[in-house]
């Protein structure tokens, strides 16, 4: 079965820095986009940006570029999203999903496998 | 960026009711348009890509239509299951951006 498993809940402070994690099994992970999509309270869903783990090429959302890191390691099927210096307003829930493939294997912008979500929190 | 405006922003319905919810984009974005389902607590869930194609496994009482700047969400015959936040996506251009949302309760 396929799964996205993301890592646990996160309570920071202004300026600390985080890396939370997604890891796919059930699938060719390096051969499927992941992306990051955030969730502020109450708020609707952001796209952030994807990454393709077989070679690390990854595009971002203008707004997010610079702010944060999104990268995978391929060997050990995970995607990471990373903060240097977090802010109160990176508050929110972060999601990984998996960009869908056609039957012909051309990647949609649609997301057809989604994580548990993350929560970050992030107050002094 | 593309904007994303859902219509309503709320809605109540009673159980076999027929449900309708409209998307409209700022530009053309083609057929380049998904549904997806939240309910509260939860990820997302992928019901309609590219306009009107269902996802595997999601019920056929879920239709999308609609072309250019205007998409339409159709339940029909609605289901307690159903209830929660209905958003509509392009990736027509990035960054891919997501309506508001629609919140749909039970009567």
């Known amino acids: 079965e396929v799964h996205l498993v993301q890592s646990g809940a996160e309570v920071k402070k202004p300026g600390e820095s985080l890396k939370i994690s997604c890891k796919g099994s059930?699938?060719?992970?390096?051969?499927?986009?992941i992306g990051w999509v955030r969730q502020m309270p109450g708020k609707s869903l952001e796209w952030m940006g994807v990454?393709?783990?077989?070679?690390?090429?990854?595009t971002f959302n203008p707004s997010f570029e610079g702010h944060v890191t999104i990268s995978a390691d391929k060997f050990i099927t995970t995607a990471y999203l990373q903060w240097s210096s977090l802010k109160a307003s990176d508050t929110g829930m972060y999601f990984c999903?998996?960009?869908?493939?056609?039957?012909?294997?051309?990647?949609?912008?649609?997301?057809?496998?989604w994580g548990q979500g993350t929560m970050v929190t992030v107050s002094s | 960026d593309i904007q994303m405006t859902q219509s309503p922003s709320s809605l109540s319905a009673s159980i076999g009711d027929r449900v309708t919810i409209s998307c409209q984009a700022t530009?053309?974005?083609?057929?380049?348009l998904n549904w997806y389902h939240q309910r509260p607590g939860k990820a997302p869930k992928l019901l309609i890509f590219?306009?009107?194609s269902l996802e595997p496994g999601v019920p056929s009482r879920f239709s999308g239509s609609g072309s250019g700047t205007h998409f339409t969400f159709t339940v029909n015959s609605l289901q307690p299951e159903d209830i929660g936040t209905y958003y509509c996506?392009?990736?027509?251009?990035?960054?891919?951006?997501f309506g508001q949302g629609t919140t749909l309760e039970i009567k």
């Open positions: 999903a998996r960009r869908r493939l056609t039957t012909l294997g051309v990647a949609i912008g649609a997301f057809d496998i």
């Open positions: 059930g699938y060719d992970f390096n051969g499927y986009w």
């Open positions: 530009e053309d974005i083609s057929n380049y």
């Open positions: 590219d306009t009107s």
């Open positions: 996506q392009q990736y027509y251009l990035v960054p891919y951006t």
């Open positions: 990454i393709y783990p077989g070679d690390s090429d990854t």
